[in-house]
């Protein structure tokens, strides 16, 4: 079995995640969700409310043996995969779009480590979840509850009853 890593902010931890999360365990991968903070984002949920509701999300799906949640340190992606001894990224592609963001990253993380990336493409039915629209319908008052994990739902509540 090899170690891969998915990562991303997950803030918050959408369906469209754990779609990827349960497809790359499918190909007999350890998988690794390395949780990262994202200045450049602003942020519902902190780092650690993120990792709890994964946790749960992958207790409720059976697939905590396969698929570990970890902070990703700071740092380049690709010293992580070296610490922890993966030899690819994972990343969902919904569109062309992510696919021009992602491709450079992808070559860079290669050309520096030899990390290759492993693109998925989402779910037709996912593919219009994003976190971030989800942050902005649930707080103009839109029903995200279809888009997410119920523990994930439960800590956006939690986060805009205290805010």
Do not use: W
């Given at each position: ?22 497809r790359a365990a499918a190909l007999g991968h350890h998988v690794i ?55 690819a990224v994972v990343r969902g592609l ?70």
């Amino acid at each position: 079995m090899s170690t891969v890593v998915l990562p991303g902010s997950f803030d918050p931890f959408t369906l469209g995640h754990l779609d990827l999360t349960r497809r790359a365990a499918a190909l007999g991968h350890h998988v690794i969700i390395a949780v990262s903070h994202n200045p450049s984002k602003k942020g519902m949920l902190d780092l650690e409310a993120r990792k709890s509701a994964i946790t749960q999300t992958l207790a409720q799906e059976q697939l905590s043996e396969q698929v570990e949640v970890r902070t990703l340190p700071k740092g380049l992606l690709v010293d992580f995969c070296r610490e922890v001894g993966a030899g690819a990224v994972v990343r969902g592609l919904r569109s062309q779009l992510d696919l021009a963001y992602e491709e450079p990253m992808a070559r860079m993380n290669q050309h520096l480590a030899g990390v290759d990336t492993v693109f998925l493409l989402t779910d037709s039915t996912l593919a219009h979840i994003s976190s971030s629209l989800v942050r902005e319908v649930h707080a103009l008052g839109g029903d995200v509850s279809d888009m997410l994990p119920e523990p994930s739902l439960d800590a956006l509540s939690a986060a805009t009853a205290v805010s």
